[in-house]
């Protein structure tokens, strides 16, 4: 059984920091690319960032400079440490896990979310 189970949301005053924490069970962590996604009330969920087996990361443009996702293969951890928060980052957040393979073969799964805060 795929678990997902994120942590590390609250509530912060705007330029402050948190950390969220992803830890991954029954999937085998190094094959996948964990991904950080949020959604705030009325919109669409969108995809903060995302590390791949391979160590390479990437970062949506709105949180480049203050976001850093980083994993650990040995942990089945990944992290969104987060900085200079700002009241528009106020979202729910998922930590998902991609196997990035073809067509039926392609697993993806998601985590309950934590919520996160930002007071102005």
């Known amino acids: 059984q795929v678990q997902l189970v994120e942590s590390g949301g609250g509530l912060v005053q705007a330029g402050g920091s948190l950390r969220l924490t992803c830890v991954a069970s029954?999937?085998?962590?190094?094959?996948?690319?964990m991904g950080w996604y949020r959604q705030a009330p009325g919109k669409q969920r969108e995809l903060v960032a995302a590390?791949?087996?391979?160590?390479?990361?990437n970062h949506t443009d709105s949180v480049k400079g203050r976001f850093t996702i980083s994993g650990d293969n040995a942990k089945n951890t990944v992290y969104l440490q987060m900085n200079s928060l700002k009241s528009e980052d106020t979202a729910v957040y998922y930590c998902?896990?991609?196997?990035?393979?073809?067509?039926?073969?392609?697993?993806?799964?998601w985590g309950q979310g934590t919520q996160v805060t930002v007071s102005p």
């Open positions: 590390i791949t087996n391979t160590g390479g990361t």
């Open positions: 998902n896990a991609d196997n990035k393979r073809w067509g039926p073969l392609r697993k993806i799964y």
């Open positions: 029954g999937i085998i962590f190094s094959s996948n690319t």
